[in-house]
């Protein structure tokens, strides 16, 4: 593919989701992988300083908060270990000169005054690059480390919207100029821009002033992310980034369109509203390295003692299958062929990790059994009858690592997959992710970058300096303006 830039162009936004690890939960584990920076702000930092020297829009501190580390370790190994988010965003902003950083607050387990402040806070400190990445997944464990007994359920979603609401009067609540510092009248500020909220909602009584001026972007952005009834509506009424994860080009599309439609009837404009699906290339010289990259990945991958049944029996498993749990990714006790036999269909359980799945198995795997093999035969070019045949363990990883969206090639062919869904209406951008560091990484933005520059796909220079900038947002009106 190519692309010639026009004068007006629309160009790629490119975020970085920084998991000190990598998304691929074998990552960690490659020879030249390291395992030891979750702690030190300059591994964060030899990151953030790499997709900065790509021109991406922003450096994204993800952050979802453990029940139990010890489960955790075989799900996402970053919950494990990783700096809290406002502490680490900090130090990124002060060492930074250009790129967004992304923090995540999940409103469940904070005040909405602290929040605020908080955030208008590192938005003056980075000179207008913060944004908000609203978060409200999490698990009940992780809500008990907060004497809460649950998340909330769907009022967490209601508790939310009053949230947002609190915390953008709260960056308004001092207007730009309030602070006159006349020192001949001896007035410090300009009482008549100054406001008090008086906010009394279902959940939250707040007075306000928030002691600061009003954050240089006005308003930092919001990231949300989520597909769900409640998820739509909130992030139609909110954000200005939404996070996606459709499998298809169409489906994303059509995620997008009613999502935007939702927010035109909140009387936004649905045009600054930016839909970006997460990515992780897995990038070698050729198809085929890409491909040898992906295996050791997934050979990586930590399986159950017990690869037959994991310590259960068939029934059991016809069980799980069944239930709303056994539509998620397989977690510790889950890795086996049991499990897998349950949910693809067809039982594998006497073939062997090694075994060829033989075509004749295909005319019964369930749906999520001819997705799984779908999803193989698009990463790796294997089916059951050819010549490099799928085999039964390339099914049980697929399952394992299911819904991770991958792009596997050379650094052309990434590069194309990336326009494609752009150019489609499928993403306005992407959260890239690296399945380890640092080659990958590099990769990334030592091949891939230059392509899309070429393309007139993705920036050479920085032309803004906020983060609202970067995405050709304007600064939004304060609430109590002109009042």
Do not use: C
């Not at 950083?101 to 904070?110: K, R, S």
């Not at 990958?440 to 230059?450: G, I, M, S, T, W």
Request: charged content about 25%; proline content about 6%; glycine content about 10%.
């Amino acid at each position: 593919m190519s692309a010639t830039p026009g004068p007006h162009r629309r160009q790629l936004h490119l975020g970085y989701m920084y998991w000190v690890n990598g998304t691929h939960w074998g990552g960690w584990r490659q020879p030249d992988a390291p395992t030891d920076g979750a702690f030190d702000v300059a591994y964060a930092l030899r990151a953030a300083h790499t997709v900065e020297r790509a021109k991406f829009d922003f450096f994204f501190l993800g952050d979802t908060l453990p029940g139990d580390i010890v489960d955790e370790q075989w799900k996402t190994t970053h919950n494990t270990g990783r700096l809290e988010p406002f502490t680490l965003g900090s130090q990124l902003a002060l060492q930074t000169t250009d790129i967004g950083i992304v923090v995540t607050a999940h409103p469940t387990f904070y005040d909405p005054y602290i929040l605020a402040r908080l955030t208008s806070s590192l938005d003056h400190l980075s000179g207008g690059r913060l944004a908000w990445n609203v978060v409200l997944g999490a698990s009940d464990a992780a809500a008990r480390n907060f004497g809460l007994d649950d998340l909330g359920g769907a009022s967490r979603y209601e508790r939310a919207d009053e949230f947002i609401e609190v915390v953008k009067r709260l960056w308004d609540s001092i207007e730009d100029d309030a602070y006159i510092q006349d020192k001949e009248s001896g007035r410090f500020i300009d009482d008549s821009r100054i406001h008090r909220l008086n906010w009394r909602g279902e959940h939250f009584r707040v007075e306000g002033t928030l002691p600061l001026r009003r954050p240089p972007q006005g308003h930092p952005p919001l990231l949300y992310a989520g597909a769900s009834e409640a998820s739509r509506a909130l992030s139609a009424k909110w954000a200005d980034v939404h996070f996606t994860n459709s499998r298809t080009i169409e489906a994303s599309a059509a995620f997008n369109a009613d999502v935007r439609e939702r927010a035109a009837a909140f009387g936004r404009d649905p045009e600054q509203l930016f839909f970006l699906p997460g990515i992780t290339p897995v990038i070698g010289d050729t198809r085929a390295s890409a491909v040898a990259v992906y295996d050791r990945l997934n050979a990586a991958l930590p399986l159950d003692d017990d690869i037959v049944w994991g310590g259960r029996d068939r029934e059991h498993w016809a069980a799980y299958a069944a239930s709303p749990a056994g539509q998620a990714p397989l977690g510790h006790g889950l890795r086996n062929l049991g499990a897998l036999s349950a949910l693809i269909g067809v039982d594998v359980t006497d073939a062997g990790l090694d075994a060829v799945f033989p075509s004749a198995h295909v005319a019964g795997l369930s749906e999520r059994g001819r997705r799984l093999l779908a999803s193989v035969t698009e990463r790796t070019d294997r089916t059951p009858e050819g010549a490099d045949p799928v085999r039964v363990r390339d099914l049980l990883y697929a399952s394992v690592i299911d819904g991770f969206p991958l792009a596997i090639g050379t650094a052309e062919s990434v590069a194309d997959t990336l326009q494609e869904w752009f150019e489609q209406g499928a993403a306005d951008g992407f959260n890239v992710q690296s399945p380890y560091l640092w080659g990958q990484l590099d990769r990334f933005a030592d091949e891939v970058v230059p392509i899309l520059q070429r393309r007139g796909l993705q920036r050479t220079e920085y032309e803004a300096s906020t983060f609202r900038g970067h995405l050709g947002l304007p600064r939004p009106r304060g609430f109590f303006d002109g009042r």
